[in-house]
């Protein structure tokens, strides 16, 4: 692509980003100053990368931004952007480190971790992936999950009926109060609370973990609760703000 053809692309998702309802090829033409052949293009191209689509009437929408989720993909870009402050002052506000997780086939990837300013302190490797169910993140994300998904889960996962209904209690439990609680964490000695980050629809796509020596954990499990929670409720709502385009229905080209 042309460097004109670049600034075009740009040009034209600054602008569908501006406007809540679809627009037609002639009004993006006229407001680019493009032949409308130019500007089908450039829509074909959106549209194939998952940034725009077409209703029935013919109207074209934005339905997101790069780095902005999307189902089937590991953009994480605006997750993490989003979440950077919060997670900053939530670590400020537990002296315990933090970390922005989100699941992948069936496993939990840390996507960033921050360390508090104390002496000691609990840290992990976050290019290692973990087992959704041994770790707070993936009990918080799990959470989300409907019955037929979690029974899924728990058969590919559990390896015995005693596990299994350990890990729908946890499941249930942060379904109930919003947080989910890991005292036994893969790391020895180390324990963690999660709270889960919503999308748009509501639907869980992230969570908010704050992990430190077990002990800690335990003396102040409330407190490290409440900044959790209030914690992924922000980032879930600066993810609504940002995606307040909803989508159009899905039509061709």
Known sequence: MSGRGAERILDLLEWLSARSDGVSLTEIALALDVPKS?????LRLLTER???ERSKNGAYALVRLPGEVRSGTEAWGTLLRLSEAPLREAVEASNETGFVAVMEDARIRYLTKRLPLREIR???DITHLRQAHLVASGLAILSGFD???LDAYLDAAAPTPEARADILAAVTEARATGC???????VEGAAGVAAPIRDT???IVAAINLSGPRERIVAHVAELTDIAIRTAQRVSEELARRNRIRPASKGGI
Not at 38 to 42: A, D, E, I, M, Y
């Open 38 to 42: 130019s500007g089908l293009l450039l």
């Open 50 to 52: 998952g940034y725009v």
């Open 122 to 124: 609990y840290d992990r």
């Open 147 to 149: 019955d037929a998904s």
């Open 180 to 186: 989910a609680v890991n005292l036994k964490g893969v």
């Open 201 to 203: 629809d509501g639907r």
